[in-house]
């Protein structure tokens, strides 16, 4: 018999126990126990960031941890980003400045960009850049990506807090 764990974790909100594996990853955890597949993995070794979800507040490469170290986390997937039926500014702004084509590396994007807001609300172009160079996007040339952000920062510095 194999062993097994329990955990349990919140996701978007959600509470869940589930019997797992010590070896599923938590982006496996997340597509096949869960069902929420808004979650891509790429490279499945941490370098392509589309794997990228928030757990307790930070992003982590879903890919490089395992389920059972979620355990009594909270977690975060791009299906729990919008709030109330509403987009996030960042979705919004990525809609509106065409940061997204073919919509592979947006969910990591998303995150590793509110991760950047989070701890630099006004960042330049190159602080962008910075901040969103461990997430690959292989179809737009992150101009649009880096417009975005900086509009959703612009748009998020007027909301009410």
């Known amino acids: ?7 349990r974790l919140r996701v978007n909100g959600v509470q869940y126990e589930r019997v797992v594996e010590p070896r599923l990853l938590l982006s496996d955890f ?5 069902g929420l597949t808004g979650t891509h993995v790429g490279c499945e070794h941490g ?9 307790d507040g930070l992003t982590v490469r879903s890919c490089l941890m395992f389920a059972v170290q979620s355990d009594g ?3 975060k997937t791009i299906e729990g980003l919008a709030e109330e039926g509403k987009l996030h500014p960042l979705q919004e702004a990525f809609g509106e400045h ?3 084509q073919c919509g592979f590396c947006t969910p ?6 509110l991760e950047v807001l989070r701890e630099n609300p006004r960042p330049t ?3 962008i850049r910075e901040g969103i160079a461990g997430t690959i996007c292989r179809c737009t040339g992150y101009h649009h990506i880096v ?3 900086k509009a959703a920062a612009q748009r998020m510095a007027q909301e009410p807090k």
């Open 1 to 7: 018999m194999r062993d097994v764990v329990t955990v």
């Open 30 to 34: 997340l597509r096949e126990s869960l």
């Open 47 to 55: 370098i392509c960031g589309c794997c990228t979800v928030m757990v």
């Open 73 to 75: 986390a909270e977690v």
């Open 98 to 100: 065409h940061a997204l």
């Open 108 to 113: 990591g994007m998303l995150f590793t960009a």
């Open 125 to 127: 172009d190159r602080e």
């Open 147 to 149: 417009e975005a952000i």
